[in-house]
T-cell receptor
Framework: DQQVKQNSPSLSVQEGRISILNCDYTNSMFDYFLWYKKYPAEGPTFLISISSIKDKNEDGRFTVFLNKSAKHLSLHIVPSQPGDSAVYFCAASSGTYKYIFGTGTRLKVLA | GAVVSQHPSRVICKSGTSVKIECRSLDFQATTMFWYRQFPKKSLMLMATSNEGSKATYEQGVEKDKFLINHASLTLSTLTVTSAHPEDSSFYIC???????????FGSGTQLSVL
């Protein structure tokens, strides 16, 4: 039972355009969400987080949107850069610091 | 930012041997660390929560006698894969929670190959 889902395994975007990565969850108890970026054979790197009391959080080129009624969050990267090419994971927790990860979306930014 | 060091980055071992993986928080104290496992093209799966000074909490389906976790200090947690089998071959990643901002910081991972 996959509680956190990233239905798009891959995404290709032209450099300079917007990248939108989506994540859906099923557990309504989740109240804190994270996005991580991962390069091959490396550990994930924290990107941005959002708590359930907000619906948007912005940090530079990265913005995360949370739609609690739809149990959906998305990560927007604008403008996309070739260095953004990586696998992106969303993760969710319900206040226990035990995070459940999605299956990841491989982003490829084309120069 | 906070740094988590994981060692070794890659290990190849024979079936039946034990392998120890270390996870250190270098510039912060971590009362809680987490161990994950990732299969190819799969998500990170939480294996266990490591609590300093107490027993680890294992997720359902994870054999605690096979994956021994020790969190002896506020900066070090170890995962020992005992009597390794080829099916234990995987990418193992630790993370540590920084108490101040509650962020999770990850180690660089360990690629375990059991022959």
């Amino acid at each position: 039972d996959q509680q956190v889902k990233q239905n798009s395994p891959s995404l290709s975007v032209q450099e300079g355009r917007i990248s939108i990565l989506n994540c859906d969850y099923t557990n309504s108890m989740f109240d804190y969400f994270l996005w991580y970026k991962k390069y091959p054979a490396e550990g994930p790197t924290f990107l941005i987080s959002i708590s359930s009391i907000k619906d948007k959080n912005e940090d530079g080129r990265f913005t995360v949107f949370l739609n609690k009624s739809a149990k959906h969050l998305s990560l927007h990267i604008v403008p996309s850069q070739p260095g953004d090419s990586a696998v992106y994971f969303c993760a969710a927790s319900s206040g226990t610091y035990k995070y459940i990860f999605g299956t990841g979306t491989r982003l490829k930014v084309l120069a | 930012g906070a740094v988590v060091s994981q060692h070794p980055s890659r290990v190849i071992c024979k079936s039946g041997t034990s392998v120890k993986i270390e996870c250190r928080s270098l510039d912060f104290q971590a009362t809680t660390m987490f161990w994950y496992r990732q299969f190819p093209k799969k998500s990170l799966m939480l294996m266990a929560t490591s609590n300093e000074g107490s027993k680890a909490t294992y997720e359902q389906g994870v054999e605690k006698d096979k994956f021994l976790i020790n969190h002896a200090s506020l900066t070090l947690s170890t995962l020992t894969v005992t009597s390794a089998h080829p099916e234990d071959s995987s990418f193992y990643i630790c993370s540590a929670r920084e108490q101040i901002n509650e962020k999770l910081f990850f180690g660089s991972g360990t690629q375990l190959s059991v022959l």
